[in-house]
């Protein structure tokens, strides 16, 4: 195989190899590659990703691979052989960063901590996922999504008040997970490009979780209070929340300041209402005002809703499905959704990146077949003969 083509983008020039399972940690690696830098995923026959494998027959067709690893490289490394992880020490030799999620322990187990990884190339980012971090008395244990969003405080607050939590959407644990250890290895790039050193980064999904409820942990903390569910609202909004539309369409409708107040109140038919005068009156009569918004909006069709809504400077959206995203012009306009090739489905579109920038990667590949860029990484990156590669795949080394 041919040199890669270079994308553009901050991170071009930058290798990141991956040594990741499921999705917080491929997510990571998905990120990176959106900024351009070159992401080569390590895989092997014998140890597949479950999102290759789940519920399909064909591993390079599975709709949850596809969906996480866009734009990346493929190498097939036996890492349960000697000479495969040797082949891969001298992989992390070429690389920028390591990002890593395996069980804890598995990669000191493997000769692949950072201390070896460090010998190999002093000046690696190494990247260290783990539910509760590297270190601790609790880094022993290992979890998925759910368990990162319960542990973390998140699924506690997830809910209708007065009732039980119902928790937190899986995706978001992994996806917020990380999103955090990606800019983590954005932000010891530009270290390592004003001081030449790397550094081993400690991403712990739990801690992840638990900052983004850091106000209800101060709460507790400096008042003992104990936050409960509230639905949709918010301490600096009132209304906040979503409220049903005719043909059943759903509303998100907050007023985040005074001026939006009022002109939301001027459509009710409460300018002047002493209930609602205040946000302090508005929060101690949340509930009627909910009920009465709920009300208005429920006979008239959302789209019309949301445009009279933000014509009046009320922040409001439709709040939408998986479908509705999909066919939502202000994504398109936006270019969110990007087209890609691959040997396996052809053209395709796919989710892209969340950000706009003068120096955009292009994003034009699919995701990986599996050991698709065998001859490129043993090749042209480490430098073996037609031979060579051919005894490795003989040995059950490259696989």
């Known amino acids: ?120 190339k002093p000046d690696i980012i190494y990247v260290s996922m783990g539910m509760y971090g590297a270190e601790g008395p609790l880094a022993y244990q290992t979890g998925y999504a759910p368990c990162f969003a319960a542990l973390g405080g998140l699924s506690a607050l997830v809910g209708y008040e007065g009732e039980a939590p119902t928790g937190m959407n899986v995706r978001y644990a992994d996806s917020t997970f990380g999103t955090a250890a990606a800019y983590a290895a954005v932000v010891a790039l530009f270290h390592r490009g004003r001081t030449g050193v790397g550094q081993f980064i400690d991403v712990s999904a739990v801690e992840t979780m638990s900052s983004m409820i850091g106000d209800a942990l101060i709460n507790y903390s400096l008042n003992g209070v104990v936050e409960q569910c509230n639905g949709n609202r918010r301490a600096e909004m009132a209304p ?17 300041s005074e001026p939006a107040w009022q002109a939301l109140a001027g459509l009710l038919g409460l300018a002047g209402d002493g209930r609602f005068a205040t946000l302090a009156d ?40 998986s479908l509705d995203l999909i066919a939502d012009g202000n994504l398109w306009a936006r270019e969110f959704y990007p087209n890609v090739t691959d040997a396996q489905a052809g053209s395709r579109m796919t989710v892209g990146p969340s950000w706009k920038m003068t120096r955009m990667a292009e994003i034009t590949d699919g995701a990986p077949a599996l050991g698709e860029h065998n001859a490129y990484v043993y090749g042209e990156i480490l430098g073996l003969s037609q031979d060579e590669q051919d005894e490795l795949v003989n040995k059950g080394v490259c696989r």
């Open 1 to 120: 195989m041919s040199a890669i083509k270079k994308r553009g983008g901050p991170l071009e020039g930058v290798r990141v190899v991956e040594l990741t399972k499921v999705w917080a940690g491929p997510y990571t690696g998905k990120l990176l590659s959106y900024l351009g830098a070159e992401v080569i995923r390590v895989e092997s026959l014998g140890s597949m990703d479950v999102t290759r494998t789940y519920g399909v027959e064909d591993i390079n067709n599975a709709p949850g691979w596809k969906a996480v690893n866009p734009q990346k490289l493929s190498v097939q490394i036996n890492m349960k052989s000697e000479e495969g992880l040797s082949r891969l020490k001298d992989l992390l030799a070429t690389a920028d960063v390591l990002v890593e999620n395996l069980r804890p322990g598995a990669m000191e187990r493997l000769g692949l901590g950072y201390e070896a990884v460090k010998a190999a």
């Open 240 to 256: 906040h929340g979503v409220y049903p539309c005719a043909g059943g369409d759903w509303v998100a409708i907050a007023a985040h």
């Open 282 to 321: 508005r929060k101690a009569n949340e509930a009627e005002l909910d009920k009465l918004l709920g009300e208005w909006s429920c006979s008239q069709e959302v789209t019309g809703l949301v445009e009279q809504l933000q014509a009046a400077g009320v922040a409001a959206a439709k709040s939408e499905n």
